[in-house]
């Protein structure tokens, strides 16, 4: 299959390369449009009141490679509109730094956006995130994106996860469906990890700002959020917690009343 790679966290994003690398190795043709900046928590924006560059890039990734200077939006739609030269079978955007699991997450996140702005193009697409502790992200930040041994373990098992699954969820999807598969890895993920049908978990998230410094600004602050979720049925974020893959069916043609 051929398909068409971005995500949030940036062109050089280690977690893109090992995804990259897992469905070269699984035999398929990859092409990869990512931002040329962290782009994470940005929704679907698209970058409306400026232009926006688009230029290849060589990024060792083997592959036909372009940065762009934008959102994941931007980075899917230019590449369908402008830059691939033959069609692909799907979208996948990923593998994000953290999770993207529950409602709240889910609304906000810059790498589901990327794969749902391939289903407004009306092709099949996934979202994958790995869970990450918070200091386990703070550790990762800080060494400038490259994960420690136990962490490439996990990255590399999930990265095999999503070659695996890749070719069987764009595969079983029918065109034009606006439908986006949400994927999220426990911490850790095994080569055993299994996966499990979820619905995103219900959670509240107030508070994410700050109070004001003394120069008047206000400053994101990470919180999980309270989950005020059903007992039944399972949710993303249960099922991560209990050590399983999360595969959610996010259907944008029931979003009406």
Known sequence: M??????DDGIQ???LKELVQALRDA???VAVVAPKREQSWIGAA????RPVHACTSDNGFACDTWVVDGTPSDCVNIALGH???RPVDGVISGINVGLNASVAFIIASGTVAGAF???LHGLPSIAFSQDLTPQLYDELKAS???PDATLHATLRASAQHAARLAPELIGSTPARRFLVHNVNFPLPCQADSQVRRTVPAQVVVPGLFSPAADDGTHRLVFRHGEDLSPPGPLTDRTALAQGFISHSILDYTKLGC
């Open 83 to 85: 830059l691939l030269d």
């Open 13 to 15: 994003s280690y977690f």
């Open 2 to 7: 051929r398909f068409l790679l971005t995500n």
């Open 27 to 29: 035999g398929h043709d």
């Open 46 to 49: 698209k970058s409306r009141n």
């Open 144 to 146: 400038g994106g490259v």
């Open 117 to 119: 702005e391939g289903a």
